[in-house]
């Protein structure tokens, strides 16, 4: 029996074929990290274009969920915006009922439940995409990573994409638990440069902070540039 084709059915091995074939599709998207300092957490991601024809602008691979909670993807684009949408909704929800800001811890369990709800329900397929949300609240800053099992973790530094695999090679060498966010940003971009192929600026890839403020805030691609030279 070929068991690939089936969600809901273990092969006897205890693997679900079409989970795998969804990480199979993360590890073809674009490199994303995180890393969580001691006053802030960067997270970061390419955004390479398939062509110069492209309008820059309407590509946005870092979204705001609340004021202080943010994420990246890496995997299929529009599977991130559906969740993107939910756990706005969600937040909205939350905060409306309780009259404060969610916590970051429970907003990801959310959207774990949710992408785990689409690995055990016929007529539907896993979400092609890993999340990594950064975040702050009363119990300080956050950084988590989302798979598409429904499987979440709280991370100091992490990887998720094609080059996953050197990147968080590179983040163990340079991670120390005392770096602030300044230092994060930096080993953040160099990371991601490690890997990266062609042209490093602020037009082609992305990067998020929750600094001191707890205020998630994409930075500009001038911002990206200045911290790029600074690396030179």
Request: glycine fraction near 10%; proline fraction near 3%.
């Amino acid at each position: 029996m070929d068991y690939s084709f089936s969600l809901t059915t273990f092969s006897p091995s205890g693997k679900l074929g079409q989970i795998e074939y969804a990480l199979n599709a993360v590890s073809s998207g674009a490199t994303s990290l995180g890393i969580k300092a001691v006053n802030g957490v960067v997270i970061a991601t390419e955004k390479k274009l398939p062509t110069p024809l492209i309008d820059e602008t309407t590509i946005q691979r870092a979204a705001l969920l609340t004021q202080n909670i943010g994420v990246v993807y890496s995997g299929m684009g529009p599977d991130s915006r559906v969740l993107v949408d939910k756990g706005r909704k969600f937040a909205t929800k939350y905060h409306q009922q309780h009259g404060e800001t969610v916590p970051v811890s429970q907003l990801v369990r959310e959207l774990a439940s949710i992408m785990q709800e689409f690995t055990q329900s016929g007529g539907v397929r896993p979400f092609g995409v890993s999340l990594l949300v950064a975040g702050a609240d009363e119990q300080g800053f956050h950084l988590f990573q989302v798979d598409p099992s429904g499987a979440y973790f709280g991370w100091k530094a992490s990887a998720i994409g094609k080059n996953m695999v050197s990147a968080k090679t590179f983040l163990e060498k340079r991670f120390r638990e005392d770096m602030d966010i300044e230092d994060a940003i930096s080993n953040a971009l160099r990371t991601l440069k490690e890997g990266f192929e062609g042209e490093l600026n602020g037009h082609t890839i992305e990067v998020a902070v929750v600094k001191a403020d707890r205020r998630f805030r994409i930075l500009s691609p001038s911002e990206v540039d200045d911290y790029l030279k600074e690396l030179q």
